[in-house]
């Protein structure tokens, strides 16, 4: 096993409650953040993953002292005591660390399990760390892999068919509140993906109308084309409870968006019809408190988990059939990453071509009958000789201390071009 | 003879309808549609059955069976099952018949648990006036039930989506939406059937006593119960109450109606204690 290490240090839903999660969100994009790990000294590669659910962190590290504290330094920035971090935080190490992104990847790990939106967030993180040349060939190697995985879970298992993500539990909970859906209003507050997810989903439950409400306006009204909806103000987000019936709110907004005391009134006006609040958003959009109106329903990202946990003996028989290929996976990248090491490369590498030379011969001198012993001897070693003379370049670039490749490199490289992989599997 | 077949037809009514409540609640348990379907028919024969006893009680006696608290408990669990059934024909709501064939079992238990004797009409009951009186109050107390059965099963849902912890109930019920337009419905035809028992009272009461009212323990308790249902209906109308507070309002009201229809006779006695 190479000398450094892989690392994943995280926190997510299971892990840590809504509030914490809500200071360290990355509200502010990747870049920032991706240069500020860059200044943590011996990570070599790392990667940064922040969604609503989860941050994560993956690094390839030389040596493990003092870095899990500027880790965690890191991702609270002193926000909540140091010694209560750590309950919050998992930390993974090697093959921990290859298995966990491998369920985050193929959705194993989320919130609603099988949701597909994370396979995406993963992709536009890695997107960012390449970006800032931030990944290095173990990285790149691990990352490529988890999306496959994610691939082979979603095609050989029935993983994502029962649910697609956050929307799915709102169209659940929103049929026992209304149901039918059939003629009733939603509101999206914020025009984020996540929101237009849900809308798509509402929509094709029946739900009559879509209106949009963004700070931005042109983006709303892109957004209401797209359902034949109006686009709004935010302004007028009071005015809207009138006559809408679902609110889902997901804008990036740091502070309370819609209170108790604005809400109150409207119930009135719109004779007690109920109203069904989703807050998507982290930080949270809407006033907690609004769960206590009559009739109104108010549902933030952890509560849905409630929802998701009614569907859970459907799926568990599939999660399983999951673990199993997330595990194989594992495996199979660990011996990769074991043989990144230089000598198993050129053993590799021997074998290979001394296995084709063997099967070969064992083809070719049954045919050739009237060699004798000698000259028969005089062939295998002809052939021997061509193998050492072609691989005495290769093996030699692998050997040789370079200051221009990093030995991993090196041994990638080599595997690749030699097709060393193939033969692994 | 008659007197066998109305005891056989009884015991019967009750096997029945307990045949019925155990199919409703393993349908309840492992949401089989077959079994709802049978459960249906189970209770369908016990509506037939039930009309029958009273068909044969009235043959037995001579008189509209609502005058004992047997006869009268009977009746209500009469009325429920039909007004259920009734209802079943226009719309389904889930899981609905789990909790009324439940009420309607407990009705019969206690209908079954006090004497079956009969007796002579009193003279203040022999009227033209006791069948419409009677069984129109009945009818409305059937679809009140309803109304309660509605309200019970809004509190239940409505605490699972409240408290986001769903337990055994949240699959199984019906949408909140659709126990509230239940309420609706029900609220509306209970009152109005209600509201025609007491006018038909007041009438009986001015042909037989020469008083249209006469604060009697069970007229001011009809009246009381009358006022909570007026309230719920009123409310609804112009302000649109709905949800919690209807199904509250619901329960609220269905106590008194068992109170009008009990605890008046037991406590307070007046012209409307019947045979004990």
Known sequence: MPAERILLIGVNHKSTPLAVREKIALTDGYKEPLRRLAEIPGCREYYLLSTCNRVEILLVVESVD????????????????????????????????????????????????????????????????????????????????????????????????????????????????????????????????????AAEHLVGQGVGEVVVANRTLSRALDLAQKFNGVAVSLEELVLQLERVDILISSTGSSGIVLHKDQVKPVMRTRRNKPLFFIDIAVPRDLDPALNDVDNVFLYDIDDLTNVVELNKSERAREAVKAGRIVDEEVLKFLRWYRGMAVTPTIAALRKKVDDICRVELERTLPRLQDLSDNERRSVEKMTMAIASKILYAPLNFLKKDSCKHDTNVKADMVRTIFGLEEDDK | MINEISYLLFQSVLGITFLACAAYIVFFITRKKEVRTIARWILIASGILQTAYLISRYVLTGYTPVTSLHEAVAFFAWASTWAYLSFRWRYTVKNFGTFVSLLIFILLVISASVSRKTAPLVPALQSRWLPVHAGVSLIAYGFLALAFCGGLMYLLQERELKSKRFGYFFSRLPSLEALDQLNSHCLTAGFLFLTFGIVTGIMWAHQAWGTYWQWDPKETWSLITWFIYLIQVHQRITVGWRGKRAAVMAIIGFCAVLFTLWGVTFLLGGVHSYAR
Do not use: W
């Open chain 1, 66 to 197: 003092y870095l899990e504290e500027a880790l965690i330094d890191f991702l609270f920035g002193g926000s909540i005591p140091a010694e209560k971090c750590r309950e919050y935080l998992y930390i993974y190490y090697d093959n921990e660390a290859v298995r966990h992104l491998f369920l985050v990847a193929s959705s194993l790990d989320s919130m609603i399990i099988g949701e597909p939106q994370i396979l995406g967030q993963l992709k536009e993180a890695y997107r960012h760390a390449s970006a800032h040349h931030s990944t290095g060939p173990l990285l790149n190697r691990l990352l490529h892999k988890s999306f496959s995985v994610a691939k082979r879970v979603r095609s050989e298992t029935g993983i994502g068919s029962s649910a697609v993500s956050i929307s799915y539990a709102a169209v659940q909970l929103a049929k026992k509140i209304f149901g039918s859906l059939q003629d009733k209003k939603v509101l999206l507050v914020g025009a984020g993906e996540m929101a237009e997810l």
